[in-house]
Nanobody
């Protein structure tokens, strides 16, 4: 089992940058595929990015490609989401999530992730 805690959210102007982090408990962090999701008010939770166990594979939702970068530090049990060129439509609560497997067809599915953090608010002002 793994416990996830996000941090680093906040208020930023459009065009700015922010990095959110997710710290995981336990000694098996490298056994998990890590994902970032976000949920805006009145909308469903959506996939943002995923990174495999040692960072060899990453995937992004089209709307953040070229602006967001997911990375992980297995020695520190932490996964990051660097967000650049932020837009007001990026405003949401950002969640990290963990799963044991990577599915090329379902890495974006919230139902396939076993563990979730409590979320961190990111607000982008125009």
């Amino acid at each position: 089992q793994v416990h996830l805690v996000e941090s680093g959210g906040g208020l930023v102007q459009a065009g700015g940058s922010l990095r959110v982090a997710c710290a995981a408990s336990g000694r098996t962090f490298s056994s998990y595929v890590m994902g970032w999701f976000r949920q805006a008010p009145g909308k469903e939770r959506e996939f943002v990015a995923v990174i495999t166990w040692r960072g060899g594979t990453t995937r992004y939702v089209d709307s953040v490609k070229g602006r967001f970068t997911i990375s992980r530090d297995n020695a520190e049990n932490t996964v990051y989401l660097q967000m650049d060129s932020l837009k007001p439509e990026d405003t949401a609560v950002y969640y990290c999530a963990a799963r044991r497997t990577f599915g090329v067809a379902d890495y974006h599915s919230t139902q396939k992730y076993d563990y979730w953090g409590q979320g961190t608010q990111v607000t982008v002002s125009s």
